[in-house]
């Protein structure tokens, strides 16, 4: 994942309406962040054509709407997410993908691709 590409706290926020509930129009996602975000209308559109840019979602349209889905996996987005952590605490080894056992999140298959994705040699070519 490139620097650029790296999700904000908001599009990370964004991707968990998408691993949670597959694809969804703008509409959908602002009403699922709209408590804790309290985005108008044009902040999500605006947000999501972000988000497209940056290469996290896509868009297509589905009888006039437009749809967007996640094109990261969130194991990889994760995975990348934790490796950064790691570097920042001068960990040395991968952090243990177990520590995320309690997530809502994360299911165990997850955890175990997790853990496989830390355990692996980082590359230059890993996912957003």
């Known amino acids: 994942m490139s620097e650029t590409a790296a999700p904000t706290d908001a599009e990370l926020d964004v991707l968990k309406c998408f691993w949670r509930d597959g694809d969804l129009s703008a509409s959908e996602v602002r009403t699922r962040i709209a408590d804790s975000l309290g985005w108008t209308s044009s902040t999500t559109r605006t947000v999501l054509e972000r988000m497209r840019a940056k290469g996290l979602i896509s868009r297509r349209d589905a009888h006039g709407v437009a749809v967007y889905s996640a094109v990261q ?7 990348v997410m934790m490796r950064r952590l790691s570097s920042l605490l001068e960990m040395q080894g991968p952090m243990p993908a177990s520590a995320f056992s309690g997530s809502a999140l994360l299911d165990e298959d997850d955890i175990v691709a997790l853990e496989e994705a830390l355990a692996a040699e980082p590359s230059d070519e890993e996912p957003a």
């Open 73 to 79: 996996p969130k194991v990889a987005v994760i995975g």
